[in-house]
């Protein structure tokens, strides 16, 4: 059900529109208030709102004829401003990243217990199972799948990866999907079990 605007925001940002010049102008106030509020605490909160606000209203009048009035006007350009704010963010955020590191401070997405590739109470199994890991992905994995497979490794979401590739979400998945069957393998052959070590996506 359309919803009334009762703030007119679509019939004053339309070509022609009398304070049109004014109406961007309220735009932009508004969502530079609502990315500030918005994106302060993500990524380390390092963003420029004055720019996320410009190019966010260039992308809501370039997209007028989209608003379905199934939320306030208000309510779904903010919602363009903040996408593009944490899209500015995560470049950012991980512009200094490399995906040469290697995966042995990356703990958040490898789950490996302390008895893999080592009697009970080994203290040198994860280690262990890092080096393999490493020579796995570096000898059985192609240049894209060890891209995609190191990404994943250091926490960076899939759409990082999918820019750094100049790829797409699904093309990613599917990298990791099968750099992951050939990692599983490579374990496997070298005794370590599915069980004993999990390489996830999430």
């Known amino acids: 059900m359309q919803q009334p605007d009762p703030?007119?925001?679509?019939?004053?940002?339309?070509?022609?529109a009398v304070d049109r010049d004014l109406a961007i102008s309220e735009l932009r106030d508004r969502l530079?208030?609502?990315?500030?509020?918005?994106?302060?605490?993500?990524?380390?909160?390092h963003v420029d709102v004055e720019d996320i606000a410009q190019?966010?209203?260039?992308?809501?009048?370039?997209?007028?004829?989209?608003?379905?009035?199934?939320?306030r006007f208000i309510t779904w350009a903010t919602s363009i401003a903040?996408?593009?704010?944490?899209?500015?963010?995560?470049?950012?955020?991980?512009?200094?990243?490399?995906?040469?590191?290697?995966?042995?401070?990356?703990?958040?997405t490898i789950d490996i217990p302390d008895l893999s590739l080592?009697?009970?109470g080994d203290p040198d199994g994860r280690s262990r199972i890092f080096t393999l890991l490493q020579q796995l992905i570096d000898e059985t994995l192609s240049d894209r799948q060890r891209i995609a497979i190191r990404g994943i490794l250091l926490g960076?979401?899939?759409?990082?990866?999918?820019?750094?590739?100049?790829?797409?979400?699904?093309?990613?998945?599917?990298l990791v999907h099968d750099a992951r069957v050939?990692?599983?393998?490579?374990?496997?052959?070298?005794?370590?079990t599915a069980e004993e070590i999990s390489v996830t996506i999430s």
């Not at 703030?7 to 022609?16: F, H, S, T, Y």
């Open 118 to 120: 080592g009697a009970p």
């Open 82 to 108: 903040v996408r593009i704010g944490i899209s500015q963010l995560r470049r950012h955020y991980y512009r200094d990243v490399s995906l040469d590191a290697t995966p042995g401070s990356c703990e958040l």
């Open 32 to 45: 530079i208030r609502a990315t500030t509020r918005s994106l302060t605490h993500r990524y380390g909160g």
């Open 55 to 71: 190019q966010a209203v260039l992308k809501i009048l370039e997209s007028l004829g989209t608003f379905r009035h199934q939320s």
């Open 156 to 174: 960076l979401p899939v759409e990082e990866i999918a820019m750094r590739l100049n790829s797409n979400r699904n093309a990613v998945y599917k």
């Open 7 to 16: 703030e007119n925001w679509v019939e004053r940002l339309q070509p022609g």
């Open 182 to 192: 050939r990692l599983r393998e490579g374990f496997e052959s070298n005794g370590v």
